[in-house]
């Protein structure tokens, strides 16, 4: 197996549970990453093209800015976060973000738009904040082989507030141009440990 993460090969990857479930071939031994971090380590190589451009990373993760200082020189990363204090901007709520409309090129979604109480606040907030030409990449957990998107009551044991399936491509094609989904299991080389059917989302303002 292969980390394009960190570049780390071995013979595997570190088996994790979550109290439901065993997940198999799992965390990296050397950076920690996991499925979605090493699938989107191949989205961003091939979605961050153009050099000196500004990317905003919600609730950014260190892997993924080790990745991104390695990989992007010029690329001028800001990181922002509703909790953490150790970010460019801390306090942002992005259901009602401080930036000016057409502030960033890119902006960077990982496994965030869950936690969030009005998702479709966040997904306005997102394309309001990208200039024209710019690409929001997201990612977010679900059962894509489903179609409908689950609320729940209260937030589950993980603090989020909704399962997701497709119909969450519907609600981003209301404050985007165009959205293309891609299965970062099926575009990843299979010795990334990427899972199948792990999907992310690139939403377009024209």
């Known amino acids: 197996m292969s980390c394009p993460c960190c570049g780390y090969t071995?013979?595997?990857?570190?088996?994790?549970?979550?109290?439901?479930?065993?997940?198999?071939?799992?965390?990296?031994?050397?950076?920690?990453?996991?499925?979605?971090?090493?699938?989107?380590?191949?989205?961003?190589?091939?979605?961050?093209?153009?050099?000196n451009l500004d990317l905003l990373f919600f609730a950014p993760e260190f892997v993924l800015i080790k990745f991104l200082e390695a990989k992007k020189e010029k690329l001028n990363v800001k990181t922002t976060d509703y909790y953490s204090y150790d970010v460019d901007f801390p306090e942002e709520d992005i259901q009602e973000l401080s930036?000016?409309?057409n502030?960033?090129?890119?902006?960077?979604?990982?496994?965030?738009?869950?936690?969030?109480?009005?998702?479709?606040?966040?997904?306005?907030?997102?394309?309001?904040?990208?200039?024209?030409?710019?690409?929001?990449i997201i990612t977010i957990p679900g059962d894509y082989h489903l179609n409908e998107i689950v609320e729940f009551k209260k937030t589950d044991s993980n603090g989020h507030f909704r399962h997701y399936g497709l119909d969450?491509?519907?609600?981003?094609?209301?404050?985007?141009?165009?959205?293309?989904?891609?299965?970062?299991?099926?575009?990843?080389?299979?010795?990334f440990g990427v899972r199948k059917n792990d999907l992310a989302f690139i939403c377009y303002k024209f």
Do not use: W
């Open 10 to 51: 071995g013979s595997g990857f570190i088996a994790t549970s979550n109290g439901k479930r065993i997940t198999y071939q799992s965390k990296c031994p050397d950076c920690d990453s996991r499925s979605r971090h090493r699938g989107l380590s191949v989205v961003l190589e091939n979605q961050l093209k153009n050099q």
């Open 103 to 136: 502030s960033f090129d890119y902006v960077l979604c990982n496994h965030v738009i869950e936690h969030v109480p009005q998702d479709n606040l966040a997904f306005k907030e997102l394309s309001r904040i990208l200039k024209i030409g710019g690409k929001a």
């Open 168 to 191: 969450v491509i519907k609600k981003m094609e209301l404050y985007f141009n165009k959205v293309e989904t891609f299965d970062m299991g099926a575009i990843a080389n299979p010795k």
């Open 99 to 101: 930036f000016s409309d």
